[in-house]
């Protein structure tokens, strides 16, 4: 045995220790904040999902998880003797995040206040991917380093029981111990400025006040994605194409697009046009039998409409949104393509904003706006967007299912269709890229978006999310 594995036992045993001989109940207080643990573990992990929980003590957190299957690991016995009257429907096992053995993969790994006290955190994160497939996410949670002379203080006062020795990792540290171990970190969360009851107030503050005061919260939240780039291999694509008076460009639609992957469908929706589109679009399907082009009508209203009715159409791998305007250019799309191919990202995001664009591509006041939205949306949805309402938006068919499935969380609001998937990708911790794209001036008709009707449209749906993503 080596110098660094023989530490690394020394270290657990000494852990395994002092568990087998701690209390397996947690008082009022610590029962309560776990509480407000699962409360943010259940917003995150799906419904139905598969969860393997990393040093799972008593089992008291893992038994107020949604989930459909549960796995506990521990050091300690002791501690799995009470996990399993706890929680007699879940399999626990008495072996260390550093010598993982299981092979069953899973939809979620947690590790909930534990991984200061892991021996080797880069080795266990190492461990995990052994049981995980392309979309198990990985969510942990642990204290603040700036709560450490308040636990110090409570260790002295008798208010804090005792804790085997201790590290305190910051988020810089677990950022660049998941990165060295093939983990993508996609947001950081901080949770919970009060972790006891206080007459009613600690449930105001920690959902209204805490998103805002993050610094001063007690423990904070990451989620990471395993780094697994694939080969490339060849997928079919679904480009669906809205339209509403876009005669002038149907033909170049067609013309621009190129083949991608395994093979490419065009699925135009054409939306209550006063010009001759639908026309057009019958046109280019009988004018190209040798592609695969869908057609239709919206029979409902807005471009989110028109985007859901043309997926449910759709028979790709990938499915993509070209604006009919064409103001995002056809032949960007295969970036967006290698983005979801390579394994790179989940969800890939048109960015018009940096590359310089046409000279009346943009308005000054909408160039403002879009920056704005994309701070905000930023700090919303807990990755960088830079560009929310580009019109292209890329993800694969199985991630738009789920995104469907869930759909009951936010509900029917958004008639652009664009914060419908954004919510949707956050909402299931999906890797968002931003692809930059160069943004062109319209050659044909008028803008359909209204500047201060869905101006206000937007802010109401951003307080909309507000409430569903942070506030919760």
Known sequence: MNEASELTSQHLKKIRSFFDAAPTTHSSSGRYYRKWLARYYNLTIPRGASVLEIGCGSGELLSQLNASRKVGLDLSEAQL???????????????????????????????????????????????????????????????????????????????????????????????????????????????????????????????????????????????????????????????????????????????????????????????????????????????????????????????????????????????????????????????FYEVLASGHADFANGVRLVYPMDEKAMQFLNLCANKTFGIIFTWLLGQPVKDTLCGTKVLSRAHYDRISANRSYFGDFDPFGDFDLLFGAAKLNLKIADVPIRYRERTYGSTNIHRWSHGWLLLRMVAFAARKLKFT
């Open 81 to 335: 003797t009470t996990a399993r009257e706890l929680v007699p429907d879940a399999d626990f096992h008495v072996q260390a995040g550093e010598n993982l053995s299981l092979t069953e993969k899973f939809d979620c790994i947690i590790i909930s206040d534990t991984l200061n006290l892991a021996a080797d955190v880069q080795l266990l994160f190492e461990r995990l991917h052994s049981v995980t497939h392309p979309d198990t996410r990985l969510i942990i949670n642990y204290y603040s380093s700036l709560w450490r002379p308040l636990f110090a203080l409570a260790r002295i006062l008798g208010l804090r029981a005792p804790q085997p020795q201790y590290s305190w990792l910051g988020d810089d540290d677990v950022r660049n111990l998941l990165e060295l171990s093939d983990w993508n970190p996609l947001h950081v969360q901080p949770r919970v400025l009060i972790p006891v009851r206080c007459l009613g107030l600690e449930y105001l503050i920690n959902r209204w006040l805490a998103p805002v005061l993050s610094w001063f919260c007690m423990t904070v939240f990451c989620v990471a994605r395993p780094v697994r780039i694939r080969p490339t291999k060849a997928r079919t694509v679904s480009v669906i194409i809205p339209a509403r008076n876009e005669a002038g460009n149907i033909a170049a639609a067609v013309a621009r697009t190129p083949e991608m992957g395994a093979g490419t469908e065009l699925i135009f929706v054409e939306g209550h046009s006063q010009d001759d589109t639908w026309e057009q679009i019958q046109k280019v399907e009988r004018e190209h039998p040798d592609l695969k082009i869908k057609i239709m009508q919206q029979t409902g209203k807005g471009k989110g409409d028109a985007v859901r009715m043309g997926y449910s159409a759709a028979t790709g791998d990938i499915l993509m949104i070209l604006d009919a305007d064409l103001t995002m250019p056809p032949e960007e799309l295969p970036k």
